[in-house]
């Protein structure tokens, strides 16, 4: 069976986002988990999807430019990632959304659809996100690894990843720091 792997750049108090937008102390919003040799699928939820297009789409059609969410020139790896997502298929988790601008995108309607794509033949499966998929989809008990780079700042204020107070048991697999303050995690969820 196919893994769903959820993999997500938070701040030391679990923060994924600023109130008023995306999290500024995140470099780039490239692929830096390693994933891109071992998945050839990408689910989002909802509220996330149409922005994820747009944002990806801006980037591989003018990568010179800023990017009106950042105002940061692309990186060479947002660059590679814009290219890569372009082409793979992308599951929105969404009983509303009909419409999407990618032609690669389908709408799965429920936890169960997602568990029937898991079944499916392939590569494993990129969880992107946003904070309320991923932690309602490990409360489901669908996703199976749980990558994170957790940036050496406090953000106070923002989105948890984890909203409630449910334990979670994690199974570390690995823990690689970088020169820079950044710790790469990857757990089994059980």
């Not at 938070?10 to 600023?18: A, G, I, Q, T, Y």
């Not at 499966?125 to 996703?143: C, K, M, N, W």
Request: proline share 8%.
């Amino acid at each position: 069976m196919r893994k769903l792997i959820a993999a997500m750049k938070v701040s030391l108090d679990e923060k994924v986002e600023l109130p008023d937008g995306p999290a500024d102390w995140v470099e780039g919003w490239s692929d830096d988990y390693g994933l891109t040799p071992q998945i050839d699928a990408c689910v989002l939820g909802a509220g996330m999807y149409p922005g994820y297009e747009q944002y990806w789409t801006r980037v591989r059609t003018d990568p010179g430019q800023p990017s009106p969410m950042t105002g940061k020139i692309p990186t060479p790896g947002e660059i590679e990632w814009a290219r890569v997502a372009a082409q793979m298929p992308h599951y929105v988790l969404s009983r509303t959304l009909t419409i999407a601008s990618w032609p690669n995108t389908r709408f799965l309607r429920t936890v169960d659809d997602l568990a029937a794509l898991k079944r499916q033949e392939g590569k494993d499966i990129y969880l992107v996100g946003g904070a309320r998929t991923t932690s309602s989809l490990i409360d489901a008990g669908v996703v199976d690894e749980l990558r994170l780079i957790v940036y050496p700042l406090i953000a106070g204020r923002g989105t948890p990843l984890f909203a409630d107070e449910r334990r979670r048991p994690l199974d570390l697999r690995n823990a690689q720091p970088h020169a820079d303050g950044r710790i790469s995690l990857t757990y089994r969820i059980d």
